[in-house]
């Protein structure tokens, strides 16, 4: 399965060619014996560009950074030897950083500013200043930055594209910067669905696809990650400090952030059924298919066979990928508890191989068992733990108390006549059928007809038992009728349609 996998990616170019659109010495400087300084000043100079104010950063000023960063640097006071010899080596074939390419007139000028500008230098600022244009010429050639010339400035730095989106994800990783898991569940059950996809089935199937391969990717690397929590408290966290260090700022930021969200608000069980079922309707959907496979068809100058084919296999790798997320989602709970339970025992068995805080406990026991007072001032290190908390979902094992037998608590049995009393009142409705036709019976005293003008409404009962005496006039199984007439009657706060209520049913009247 993987081989004819492989073969289907080499056979549909699937895999770009990296070289076409960068330099092949591009990663050179940063796999050089020098690549912490490489690293610092490119870091710098990215840092200058887009972090930084937005002023030009110059030639002159891109040395004088390099400059910089090189005798605050580590790797020169370490290797201090090999560098000046590299910053001795004639540069042949090489573009001087401080040179700018903007005509022989011009360079020559600068030519001779430069070295009237070194001429003050003692031997060591030469070199640095040596070390630091041969460094960033090296940056420059390899496809890192480039130099343009503007009119009244000069040449001004930049970072290539490629170098740009580059850099920005190594400065994410020296960081220790972990994006936040959200969106990506949401974001392919929309695209798969109904109205948005029968609009553009090309397009929504290539988003989905996008979507899922990212949804997939981030919860590899969220399991990757706190692997790498958990391996770094056990061979690297020497004490106890280390151990609250890593487990709760570095965790904490790293991990749960996404790992709460994962079980909140983009928690993938709730979509995945959903955009599976929807991924069937859509392979049995002909004329979605038929479209989609056009539109790629179109876009990528392909046959519509070999479209299809293509289309067919997002489907397939869509589903594909959602039927491995609930082993990605299991191993990524276990290894989230492990990481809980693992910087706990570690917490534990450091604080208990603390020689310092064993011995000042000893000598305090012993001084009270003598009934004496210490002769120093105790220095005991405190530690809080807060693994055990309400964003962990580790839980240290407690042992419980037994549940014993108990007694069932007997309500007394109610007698006969407690029982018709309470029921009663639900029995014998207020406004029951029965009740509302005395009332009116009582109201008519012998007449014929009474208009609903008589009728007392000065309360809420009172317009309720109005609602019940039109609901029971109105259906013809009571002793009596209503009969609406034209306009509305108003009683204080209360308003209701005119009438008269009439002895006898409207089967009887006819």
């Keep these: 399965m993987a081989r004819l996998w492989l073969d289907t990616l080499l056979r549909m170019d699937f895999v770009p060619h990296l070289f076409d659109r960068v330099n092949r010495g591009f990663f050179g400087p940063l796999s050089d014996p020098h690549a912490a300084l490489y690293w610092e000043i490119l870091a710098a100079l990215y840092c200058r560009e887009f972090e930084g104010e937005p002023l030009p950063v110059t030639r002159s000023s891109t040395v004088e950074m390099a400059e910089r960063i090189i005798r605050e640097s580590s790797t020169w006071q370490a290797r201090r030897e090999e560098l000046e010899q590299l910053a001795r080596e004639p540069m042949a074939g090489e573009v001087d950083p401080a040179q700018p390419r903007t005509g022989l007139r011009t360079s020559m000028l600068s030519g001779n500013r430069s070295a009237a500008a070194d001429t003050g230098l003692t031997e060591e600022q030469q070199l640095i200043r040596q070390l630091a244009r041969r460094l960033i010429g090296r940056l420059e050639r390899s496809g890192w930055i480039h130099f343009q010339y503007r009119s009244g400035v000069g040449d001004i730095m930049g970072f290539h594209p490629a170098a740009a989106r580059i850099m920005e994800a190594l400065l994410r990783v020296a960081r220790d910067e972990q994006p936040i898991f959200q969106g990506y569940v949401h974001a392919i059950a929309a695209v798969l669905d109904g109205p948005s996809f029968a609009r553009q089935p090309g397009i929504a199937l290539g988003e989905a696809r996008k979507q899922t391969l990212e949804l997939v990717r981030e919860l590899k690397i969220l399991e990757r990650n706190i692997h790498l929590f958990t391996q770094r408290v056990l061979d690297e966290a020497a004490s106890a400090f280390a151990v609250l260090e890593e487990g709760l700022d570095r965790y904490q930021r790293s991990i749960m952030a996404s790992y709460h969200r994962l079980k909140t608000v983009d928690n993938v069980y709730r979509q995945r059924s959903a955009i599976l079922r929807r991924l069937s309707e859509i392979e049995r959907d002909d004329l979605a298919l038929n479209s989609a496979a056009e539109w790629l068809a179109e876009q990528r100058g392909l046959s519509l066979a070999q479209a299809a084919a293509e289309v067919r296999h997002d489907l397939d790798l869509i589903r594909s990928q959602f039927d491995a997320v609930p082993a990605l989602l299991d191993s990524i709970d276990v290894r989230n508890a492990r990481f809980s339970g693992v910087a706990l025992r570690r917490l534990r068995y450091l604080l208990y191989q603390d020689r310092l805080i064993e011995s000042q406990l000893e000598y305090l026991v012993e001084m009270l068992v003598r009934d004496s007072t210490p002769t120093f001032e105790l220095d005991v290190d405190l530690y809080r733990c807060e693994l055990i908390g309400d964003d962990f979902l580790y839980r240290s094992p407690r042992q419980r108390v037994a549940a014993g037998a108990q007694l069932l608590d007997v309500s007394p049995a109610a007698s006969p006549h407690e029982i018709r009393r309470r029921m009663a009142g639900r029995i014998q409705r207020r406004f029951s059928r029965k009740r509302v036709q005395e009332y009116v019976t009582t ?54 349609p005119a009438g008269h209520i009439a002895a006898g049913s409207k089967g009887r009247e006819r």
């Design 443 to 496: 109201l008519l005293d012998g007449r014929s007809s009474i208009g609903i003008d008589e009728l007392p409404v000065a309360s809420d009962e009172e317009y309720l038992r109005l609602l019940f005496i039109t609901q029971y006039g109105l259906d013809g199984r009571s002793s009596f009728h209503v009969v609406h007439q034209e306009g509305r009657l108003r009683s204080g706060l209360y308003e209701y």
